[in-house]
């Protein structure tokens, strides 16, 4: 990765040429995206590009490690559904927080998922938010088995991989490949499939016909992305 610049108009600059590059990827895709219109989108000269990016290969780089990091951050969870003492509530924060993450950057995260194919660092990068992903639910998981809640002969690391590709595949299907879905209702299926499978309806798991009929009810929408 390119080194970052020292000083502090350096680094606006800097991020200023990241902000346009991912407008530049959404619009033209990677392949078409060419550094001059990378560089007039951030109102730099061409010259000026590379003081801070070696390649238009390495600015890509850079836009998916910020976005793979946003899409994990759940920055936007309530401290109250944070540290909630019912677990599915935290589930469902969770991937609430997720799939609208992931609706926000649906453009840029397609083209992430393109380049990841031939890219071995861009992979990388998405191979690191699976991994951090993946540890923060396996330790969640624990801590449920530990506290009694949780079936405590799931093998922990399988049930993340499982859970954790569950969601991902779910919201590429959703806003990339452009399945049909609602979000809310998506929000609660995964959720309630999330809790059975570590056995969480036993111990608390809402089945009110409240609940039950308004699922029902909601048709299945489209979201553009």
């Known amino acids: 990765m390119d080194s970052a610049p020292r000083s502090a108009k350096g680094r606006r600059t800097r991020a200023r040429l990241i902000e346009a590059g991912k407008t530049v990827f959404e619009r033209d895709g990677f392949l078409q995206a060419r550094i001059s219109d990378i560089a007039a989108e951030a109102s730099v000269s061409h010259g000026s590009f590379y003081h801070y990016f070696d ?32 677990p599915v509530e935290r589930i469902r924060a969770a991937n609430r927080s997720y799939l609208t993450a992931y609706k926000s950057e649906a453009r840029i995260m397609r083209v992430i998922e393109e380049v ?34 949780a079936d405590p002969r799931i093998d922990t690391s399988y049930a993340a991989e499982a859970l954790g590709g569950m969601v991902a595949r779910f919201a590429e299907n959703f806003f990339i490949a452009g399945h049909k879905f609602d979000l809310e209702m998506a929000v609660e299926q995964l959720t ?9 309806t036993q111990n608390g798991m809402a089945h009110s016909p409240e609940t039950a009929k308004s699922t029902r009810r909601v048709p299945p929408a489209t979201f553009s992305s």
Request: no cysteine; net charge negative.
């Open 192 to 200: 309630i499939i999330w809790a059975n499978a570590l056995g969480l």
């Open 116 to 149: 990841s194919r031939y890219d071995d660092e861009v992979r990388q990068v998405r191979i690191q938010r699976d991994k951090h992903l993946g540890s923060r639910t396996e330790a969640s998981i624990m801590r449920l088995q530990a506290d009694g809640l």
């Open 55 to 86: 390649s238009k290969e390495s600015l890509f780089r850079e836009v998916a490690e910020q976005v793979e990091a946003q899409l994990i951050s759940m920055a936007d969870i309530p401290p109250d559904a944070e540290h909630t003492s019912d």
